[in-house]
């Protein structure tokens, strides 16, 4: 069985208000073959970039692309920080690892879904998930931390 990959979204308000949300994401055929292609060629770069959209989506294993991707207002796609590796406790078992980013919004902008990339534009989608709707304001955070098993 495959252990789901775990998404922590937390928007943080100027006013020092604070909401998490945790959730699932999907991952999509190209984000498998992506693996595939990193385990076994080295043919790909890794995916550690994160995007965000103001649109809600259907997930599906068959998407190449985050509709509704953020641009503007601090919330382009960015470079994620890799860390919180958990190695196996046991033979052929789970390991897992964390990539981390915060987007600061600029002016007024909602965010429904995320996705991580192997590049800063175009580039493979590795998954993709809604999230809770956040509404943001200038200066507030979204700091997302999302966990990947493999």
């Not at 945790?22 to 060629?41: E, M, P, S």
């Not at 068959?62 to 470079?79: M, Y």
């Not at 789970?94 to 192997?118: D, K, R």
């Amino acid at each position: 069985m495959r252990l789901p990959n775990i998404v922590t979204v937390t928007h943080v308000l100027p006013t020092g208000e604070t909401f998490h949300f945790i959730t699932k994401n999907i991952r999509t055929n190209a984000g498998a073959l992506l693996i595939a292609q990193a385990q076994g060629q080295a043919a790909q770069s890794p995916s550690n970039y994160i995007a965000c959209s103001a649109l809600t989506i259907v997930p599906s294993i068959g998407d190449l692309s985050l509709p509704g991707e953020i641009t503007i207002n601090g919330l382009a796609r960015q470079i994620s920080a890799f860390g919180g590796y958990i190695a196996p406790l046991i033979l052929d078992g789970a390991a897992s690892y964390v990539l981390s980013t915060t987007f600061t919004a600029t002016s007024p902008q909602v965010v429904n879904s995320i996705g991580c990339f192997n590049a800063s534009a175009n580039g493979v989608l590795l998954a993709e998930l809604n999230i809770a709707t956040q509404n943001l304001v200038a200066q507030s955070t979204l700091q997302i931390a999302w966990t990947f098993n493999v």
